[in-house]
């Protein structure tokens, strides 16, 4: 069964993991209301060593990741006509944080990409250069059936039609950017589902590549597939899955400028203070302490990998967490 799920935009807290959970209220800048009460965290001693090293891969309760977005207010309109009109995704309701702050839900699959309005915060944005450019998410790829289809779909929504190249593998290539300025890799091949439903692959440049695939294999828990070639962006791939979602990291230079705020990645879960613990347990960095979501019923921990990208990891409910503590 398909999970929807609230995204909230990022609340930049420069919160210590080894510090204790602080006892409180924080007020988004969206002004979400979120209760981080320490009674939400695992107390010390309750769970043991191999639960405290384990990944998080038996806690994924959805069938991918899902992304989301931000840029700047402005944008919101040509954002949208860029992800329903040109890339064809899915329109779902969309959800209202607060009187003034709107998540705009799009389906891939069946995931998601959240559009959310707004550069809050103290997070990095630097998109300049595209897929080459710096660190972080940099391009999300998506999949189609027919090339010209999606040339037809991006000339009505009122942008210009994507220049697709062959593929030595018989696939045709694009690439493109959306309204503010993340690139967006479009693959034409006769065996995909249209409106992009096969997933999404998320490109991640790192600084360290043994330091990002640790984390995302031995902390997050996702599949770490085999190295990939992508010769039309002159690079390899190292692909982690999750369902129908991958990311793909690679490196292309040293030193290069960050991006940690204009896109993350969400996982649904079922047991977020196991995550948070485990994080601490790593001295992985906290974005947003573990918190309840005023009004939702929502439990989530926002973590940051080694290069600064939101890792969110949200429990739908309160109910009792299912991790056995130690005796």
Wanted: aromatic share 8%.
């Amino acid at each position: 069964m398909r999970t929807i799920l609230l995204g909230v935009a990022t609340l930049a807290l420069a919160a210590s993991c080894a510090a204790a959970q602080d006892a409180g209220v924080v007020t988004t800048p969206e002004g979400a209301v979120l209760d981080t009460d320490p009674d939400l965290a695992y107390k010390p001693g309750e769970l043991t060593e191999a639960q405290l090293e384990a990944d998080n891969s038996a806690l994924f309760t959805a069938e991918g990741m899902n992304v989301f977005r931000r840029f700047p207010r402005d944008l919101t309109q040509q954002m949208v006509a860029f992800y329903t009109q040109a890339l064809a995704l899915r329109s779902l309701s969309p959800i209202q944080l607060t009187s003034t702050q709107q998540m705009i839900l799009t389906g891939v699959g069946s995931m998601q990409i959240k559009l959310s309005a707004g550069q809050q915060g103290d997070r990095l944005y630097n998109l300049e250069g595209g897929y080459r450019g710096g660190t972080g998410i940099r391009f999300l790829m998506l999949h189609y059936p027919d090339a010209d289809v999606v040339r037809e779909r991006f000339v009505e929504a009122g942008f210009d039609a994507p220049e697709f190249v062959q593929r030595a593998d018989g696939a045709k290539q694009a690439l493109v950017s959306d309204p503010a300025g993340l690139d967006i890799i479009l693959i034409a091949t006769p065996d995909a589902q249209d409106n992009a439903d096969d997933g999404v692959n998320v490109g991640i440049q790192v600084s360290n590549l043994a330091e990002s695939r640790a984390f995302y294999r031995d902390f997050v828990g996702l599949e770490e597939l085999p190295k990939m070639d992508a010769p039309l962006l002159g690079t390899e791939f190292y692909p982690y899955a999750l369902g129908e979602t991958t990311l793909l990291l690679y490196k292309l230079g040293e030193d290069l400028p960050a991006d940690s705020g204009s896109s993350g990645i969400q996982y649904v879960v079922s047991d977020a203070a196991l995550v948070d613990a485990r994080g601490k347990h790593r001295g992985i960095t906290v974005e947003t302490p573990l918190n309840r979501l005023t009004g939702f019923g929502l439990t989530t921990v926002w973590l940051n990998d080694p290069d600064g990208v939101t890792n969110y990891f949200a429990q739908t409910s309160a109910a009792t967490p299912p991790a056995t503590p130690a005796d």
